[in-house]
């Protein structure tokens, strides 16, 4: 046991010396020029900048979370409910072209096919003479979300630092100089917005206007932009659209953006009074004031998690070297910058009462941006806040959670218009105004299972909290989302199963399957709608209401379709065995079921876990920015360290290098290309689930350790039923000790590598075939979770076992290695 205690104290002195050796930032010897992918993100959650650097011409591009074209609309195509019929025959008979055809004519939009994500403009600081400076440094510190740009001209060091202030709600911007007098520039406020003004006055530059008009919907946010300069010393003049400062000591600089958007129904606000509320608020403070406070309300966040995977020589460079280094040299401090980038990201991006983190997150630079910077809602958007309960940020899910819910409104419309069905639907797009029409062309936007999807994130909420009255107040909900299949599920002709028709696996067109998408009870179809059922049927029972409706969903989940392994061994994607091993296809949908579901498990499915091995294998790895991020979360599931941590590498190579891939930007933004920021947050997911993973009933411990990480430390991830990784430590690859805290009190399952036996001084028994984890439980149609060496030997998995701990709520258990 002495021995034990030295080891553990031994660790965290090595993580504490890594820690001071190689801070959490990305930093840059170089400014970042015209590419916007070289600049630095800061926000708050309703503003947004990307900081260039430039000594002699400073930009910050801004966005503000509600500046969207358009104005409250709806996209529905009522042609839809009449042409059904014939649209499921079609499919039925075979005919997908013709069906795809006809899809395109009567539920495809006539209307808007979604608005766009706009930027306001950009802040620009212009100093003469500084276009060759010495001992120029950029950086991003993730642990206090500050931003710094320093250099010096002659014998003058310039400093400045930027931050998003998560408590003043507005962005602050702070120049210095070592030598009095030293600071001089122009700064203007030009925007792209065709629609707006750009004035100056006094100490203020303003930009006011109105955004565009998109695809037949009149433009009607009205924005304002403020940014007041407080000077000490020297001059501050204006011109029409300028400010001068001459001469100045040190200029710090507030930025307010405002609009009037309410709800997506509701756009009466006062932009002006607005930005000026806010402005006035923070303009009485002083920069230090404003940088405390702000780091105070961030580090709230961003220190519940820590991760050390040690450091190597590596992480002494730049960031934009290290990523071009990082495919082939040891530097685990990557990884894990990269995992809290992805944290952090999240934190500045999506912060309650605001707008989620659309396909951008909130930094946009374009008028007409790739796909709008909307929410697509059939992978992309989701995946954006897989990181948000397992890394301890459940309340920067609240966007995400309150967006599903206003769509849960406006889906009712689109169910009894397009299909005659009851609940609420949506396609696999929406944006700030909430449509749920079906947008783009039959290729994409046929797919109707988003409200499947989208509820399971409510009930990941539910798991991780245990809260009954929030589950309460989302029930109605499930329960819409799984009427709408009720009525929407036909017989299959052939198998005489229930499935969607029209029904897709998205964006998959395969030559066997006449380069169409289209099919009725496609593999990801099945799944969700097995998911949404089981869910209300569980929440039914937990709530203790709504029996009769939870047996009508169990007597039609009984009908569904079950997975199929087809003739090359793989998960087939189809009801027909079609799929092609050289398929490798971005998107693999039919793996839903792996992740981000629990349907196939490794030790209650190992068959079906097997094949889904397969169908990786065959799908290959590099692949679009996204998509590689959503391999690391199978592989981790896949229990396969080494091949996650190959797609990390993959993921983390210099966009242009992986041919016919996407990978990162300098700035670690993720490259479909080009940005997505979904990749970003994907990989820290599956970074998380690489350490643990609590979706199989058990928290399971270093599940897919990767051999390039033998050891380490993290602090603060989550665990479904209400458990909470105080601190895991582990060595040359084997738990050393874990502290866990039980928030909700019931049975901790623990599930370990069998090499590891653990010793408390309590209560702690190998676990029975129970199948329970605190109030979480697996559907009750899945087999007990067993480890068995047939399954071990199918999956070439490591053993593992099983513990059982009683636990009391609000009480930390501590398990030592033996």
Not at 99 to 110: D, M, N, P, S, Y
Not at 506 to 511: C, F, H, L, W, Y
Request: charged share 20%; aromatic share 10%; net charge neutral.
């Amino acid at each position: 046991m002495k021995n034990i205690v030295f080891v553990f104290l031994l660790l965290l002195v090595i993580t504490a010396q890594a820690q001071e050796k190689t801070p959490l930032k990305l930093w840059y010897k170089t400014p970042s020029g015209k590419t916007w992918e070289n600049a630095l993100p800061i926000g708050n959650g309703r503003l947004g900048a990307m900081i260039y650097g430039n000594p002699e011409k400073e930009i910050l591009q801004l966005n503000e979370h509600t500046v969207w074209s358009g104005s409250p609309n709806r996209n529905d195509n009522p042609e839809a409910l009449a042409a059904l019929p014939k649209i499921q025959q079609l499919i039925f008979d075979g005919k997908y072209k013709e069906a795809e055809q006809l899809v395109g004519k009567t539920i495809i939009t006539k209307k808007s096919h979604g608005q766009m994500f706009q930027p306001v403009g950009n802040l620009e600081l212009t100093l003469n003479g500084h276009e060759t400076p010495t001992n120029y440094y950029r950086d991003l510190d993730l642990e206090k979300a500050v931003a710094k740009v320093s250099y010096t001209v002659g014998d003058v060091n310039y400093v400045r630092e930027m931050i998003a202030s998560l408590a003043d709600r507005v962005i602050a911007v702070r120049l210095t100089a070592s030598k009095p007098k030293s600071l001089s520039f122009t700064a203007t406020f030009p925007t792209p917005q065709t629609k707006a003004k750009v004035s100056a006055r006094g100490n203020e530059l303003i930009v006011a206007g109105t955004t565009s008009d998109h695809e037949g919907v009149e433009g009607k946010i009205h924005f304002t932009g403020i940014s007041r300069f407080k000077s000490e010393g020297g001059t501050l003049t204006a011109t029409d659209t300028s400010l001068i400062v001459k001469e100045a000591n040190a200029v710090t600089i507030y930025i307010s953006i405002a609009t009037n958007f309410n709800n997506y129904n509701d756009i009466s606000g006062d932009d002006q009074a607005r930005a000026k509320d806010y402005l006035d608020k923070a303009y009485s403070k002083s920069f230090d004031e404003l940088r405390k406070s702000h780091v105070a309300a961030y580090e709230k966040y961003f220190n519940r998690v820590t991760l050390d995977l040690g450091t190597s020589d590596a992480g002494k460079l730049p960031t934009d070297e290290r990523l071009k280094n990082f495919r082939n040299s040891n530097d685990p401090h990557l990884a894990a910058l990269y995992f809290q980038f992805g944290r952090y990201l999240l934190i500045s991006s999506s912060q309650p009462g605001g707008q989620p983190a659309n396909l951008q997150g909130i930094w946009n630079q374009w008028m007409k941006p790739p796909w709008d910077s909307k929410y697509t809602i059939n992978i992309n958007a989701e995946m954006n806040y897989w990181p948000a309960e397992k890394t301890n940020l459940s309340e920067l899910h609240e966007p995400f959670l309150q967006m599903v819910n206003d769509l849960s409104q406006t889906g009712k419309e689109t169910a009894r218009v397009m299909y005659g069905a009851r609940g609420w639907v949506a396609h696999h797009n929406t944006d700030i105004w909430r449509a749920t029409g079906a947008v783009d062309g039959p290729l994409w936007g046929c797919w109707n299972a988003s409200a499947g999807w989208m509820s399971q994130h409510l009930w990941e909420r539910y798991l991780y909290s245990g809260d009954k009255k929030y589950l309460q107040s989302i029930y109605p909900i499930f329960k819409g989302a799984s009427l709408f299949y009720v009525d929407f599920l036909v017989k299959h002709p052939k198998y005489q199963w229930l499935v969607v028709n029209p029904g897709m696996s998205p964006e998959n067109a395969p030559k066997a399957h006449e380069e169409t998408a289209l099919d009725a009870g496609t593999t990801m179809d099945n799944q969700i709608v097995f998911d949404i059922f089981s869910t209300t049927i569980r929440a039914a029972e937990i709530l203790n209401s709504d029996k009769s409706f939870a047996d009508t969903l169990r007597a039609m989940r009984n009908q569904l379709p079950p997975m199929h392994i087809g003739q090359h061994g793989q998960l087939q994607e189809w009801l027909e065995d079609i799929d092609d091993p050289k398929d490798e296809h971005r998107h693999i949908s039919h793996l839903y079921g792996l992740f981000p579901s629990n349907q196939i498990s490794p030790y209650r499915t190992p068959q079906l876990h097997s094949a889904a091995a397969k169908t990786l294998a065959h799908r290959g790895d590099v692949s679009t920015g996204w998509s590689m991020g959503w391999k690391v979360n199978w592989w981790a599931r896949m229990l396969d360290g080494n091949h996650a941590y190959k797609l990390i590498q993959d993921q983390l190579t210099p966009v242009g290098t992986n041919p016919g891939g996407g990978g990162t930007y300098n700035n670690l933004f993720d490259a479909h290309p080009p940005f997505q920021i979904d990749g970003n947050f994907g990989c820290t997911s599956g970074i998380a689930e690489m350490l643990m993973q609590s979706s199989d009933g058990t928290v399971h411990l270093l599940p897919a350790l990767p051999d390039r990480w033998p050891t380490g430390r993290v602090t603060g991830l989550r665990a479904r039923g209400g458990f909470e990784i105080v601190s895991m430590d582990w060595k040359d690859g084997k738990i050393v000790k874990v502290v866990i805290k039980s928030n909700l009190g019931g049975n901790l399952r623990l599930r370990v590598p069998g090499s590891v036996k653990f010793s408390d001084g309590k209560s702690l028994t190998v676990a029975s075939g129970e199948n329970s984890n605190g109030f979480f439980f697996v559907d009750e149609t899945a087999k007990p979770i067993v480890s068995s060496k047939a399954d071990v030997q199918l999956l070439n998995i490591r053993e593992t076992v099983v513990y059982d701990v009683a636990t009391v709520a609000g009480k930390m258990y501590t398990f030592v290695a033996e």
